[in-house]
């Protein structure tokens, strides 16, 4: 946890530098070359970029926390609402990615880890290693070509018509969650399937097969409990990944998250934008891995944190 | 650089004759996963350096009256949509991408192992501050650490080269420091400290040679992401410039039109990033097999 608060920390600095202090006067970048010195100096005073860098990196972090965003260059409206808004968008993509992601990469790891060796184990384990080394937006064009273009099963755009219901965005959120999927998918089951055969190959599992557990039983009570805890590590840290992975899917398929907010707000220059949007996704992660660290906890009772003694 | 060629006092009771460099060549040449990669790989730099000679068409040249037509006899993979032969354009687009994810690399390579030599050998409270900030600096995706640094220091392929080469640098540098801790611990560094040898000298003359493998290793893993990255970014408009030929950049400039059901326009660059990523990736694999069988 104090890890990802060094992150969070360490982004919201980088974050600060790229936008508000490298870009230069922004005063001078606002008004343009030819306006007068002075005005110049009076937007960047009334702007605060004047006052010394400690000063107001501690106001924009406080505003931020008090939920003021500042106002786009670009919409001259406050920002805030346009990242709520990115940010459950990106949310529902992202949901869609891994409901359908976890439990499969852990049953093709699973499957690959009781069929070690064998012609299953080779195709899962090569298949996932193939498809997580490809960028996002190849296996995204292809399968654009092949679900939107040739079968015309899915729509290439992730833009749902207004007042879509609930299914009607899901199936418009099926090929932008594919690319992500097949990413994911790689990592999730490698883990399984690893922390599977170290499960299988354990004294605990033998002793319980020895005292004449049924197969099944040994399976469910003893080898998936211990083999899929560093499963749950790893789908959290792929959440770094997913969101990197997000602003070029969105991109890609047009779809209004915070990736193609950031993205977006970066070719503009529209500076309050994106550093709300990439604060935003810092906490994002940050929060991601506490739940991670703390589904652990529940999921291996040998560090049920704060409870025993 | 006499270190190089004297064998550590760790191999010594090794009773083969080849030396372990050969002995890794061999295993290599006998890897059917690296010979597969390694031979994808240098098609794709055969098209880099000689491309120009083979290609039917000049890969920049338009002609608008055959914008978008598909393949045909004439052009095998069609034309875009200012009539550019795709053909010719996949072949010469490798150049840019083989120019600068290595040089990513290569800089990754060096800052992580420099990082690596020094949080390993020192260890201490530099080791835990520095260790502490890369891990969490490798928990920031690379396209946001671009994001950043384009907006910030404006697009250009150097740009591209030292956000890949920085971001990748801790990743190499945890490879390194931890290969360094195992190694610190043996005699022949004590032996150079009891010289008087100074830091310098026994982390860079007598430790780093030692390190190599890993090293190795990790630089091959690493290029195969550098490839992703790099093409990420200039399919986000971040990376190579147009009027390159790059896969990337064609993609972005090509896929709005996807719709229209021009496939011949993206389809093949797709390919073509996809074989050279896979192409690294296995030949990576094989060096990684060759150094820990």
Request: glycine fraction near 8%; proline fraction near 5%; hydrophobic fraction near 55%.
């Amino acid at each position: 946890m104090s890890l990802s608060l060094i992150t969070l920390f360490l982004l919201s600095i980088m974050v600060f530098l790229g936008g508000q202090v490298l870009p230069g006067n922004v005063g001078r970048a606002i008004l343009g070359p030819f306006a007068d010195q002075r005005a110049v100096d009076a937007l960047n005073h009334s702007l605060g970029v004047d006052r010394p860098l400690l000063t107001q990196y501690a106001t924009w972090i406080w505003n931020f926390v008090r939920g003021d965003m500042g106002t786009s260059y670009i919409f001259r409206s406050p920002v805030a609402p346009f990242v709520i808004d990115a940010l459950g968008n990106s949310m529902k993509l992202a949901a869609v990615a891994f409901v359908l992601v976890v439990p499969i990469g852990i049953l093709g790891g699973v499957i690959a880890a009781l069929n070690l060796n064998r012609p299953l184990d080779r195709i899962i384990s090569l298949g996932g290693l193939s498809v997580t080394v490809l960028p996002e937006f190849v296996t995204g064009i292809i399968l654009i070509l092949i679900f939107g273009v040739w079968l015309r099963w899915l729509p290439i755009s992730a833009a749902w018509p207004k007042d879509a219901g609930f299914f009607t965005q899901l199936y418009y959120l099926i090929l932008p969650a594919l690319p992500l999927f097949l990413v994911l998918f790689g990592y999730i089951a490698r883990m399984a399937r690893s922390g599977m055969i170290e499960a299988l190959d354990s004294d605990y599992t033998r002793t319980a097969v020895l005292k004449g557990l049924p197969w099944r039983t040994v399976i469910w009570r003893h080898v998936l409990r211990n083999a899929l805890l560093p499963t749950i590590t790893v789908i959290a840290t792929q959440t770094g990944y997913l969101i990197g992975g997000l602003v070029v899917i969105e991109t890609l398929f047009r779809y209004q998250g915070i990736g193609s907010l950031i993205f977006t707000a970066a070719r503009g220059k529209d500076f309050p934008m994106l550093e709300s949007g990439i604060l935003t996704i810092g906490i994002v992660y940050a929060v991601a891995t506490l739940i991670a660290d703390f589904l652990y906890s529940v999921l291996n009772p040998r560090i049920r944190l704060g409870t025993d003694q | 650089m006499s270190a190089v060629q004297t064998t550590s006092p760790v191999r010594q009771d090794d009773t083969r004759r080849r030396s372990p460099a050969a002995e890794v060549l061999s295993s290599l040449m006998r890897s059917g996963t690296f010979l597969t990669g390694l031979a994808i790989v240098l098609f794709w730099v055969a098209c880099a350096l000689f491309g120009e000679h083979f290609a039917p068409y000049d890969p920049l040249a338009d002609d608008i009256i055959n914008a978008l037509s598909p393949p045909s006899a004439e052009h095998w993979f069609g034309t875009d949509q200012i009539g550019r032969d795709v053909f010719s354009r996949v072949i010469v687009g490798s150049r840019d991408i083989l120019t600068v994810a290595p040089l990513a690399t290569l800089l990754a390579t060096i800052a992580g192992t420099a990082l690596g030599l020094l949080t390993g050998y020192f260890r201490g409270i530099v080791d835990d501050v520095v260790s502490r900030i890369l891990e969490a600096f490798m928990a920031i995706p690379v396209v946001i650490v671009a994001l950043l640094a384009i907006v910030a220091l404006g697009t250009s392929k150097t740009t591209v080269i030292i956000v890949i080469g920085l971001s990748f640098a801790p990743i190499i540098a945890r490879t390194v420091r931890s290969a360094v801790l195992a190694e610190r611990e043996l005699d022949y560094v004590a032996a150079a400290q009891l010289r008087h040898e100074s830091a310098f000298h026994t982390m860079f003359v007598e430790i780093l040679p030692n390190v190599i493998p890993p090293i190795l290793v990790e630089t091959t893993v690493r290029l195969g992401y550098a490839i992703f990255a790099v093409a990420t970014l200039s399919f986000m408009g971040f990376g190579i410039q147009p009027p390159s030929p790059d896969w990337g950049l064609s993609i972005s400039s090509n896929y709005g039109m996807i719709g229209g059901g021009f496939w011949w326009t993206v389809l093949f660059d797709a390919l073509a990033i996809a074989s050279l990523v896979i192409g690294v990736n296995l030949a990576a694999d094989g060096v990684h097999g060759a150094f820990n069988d």
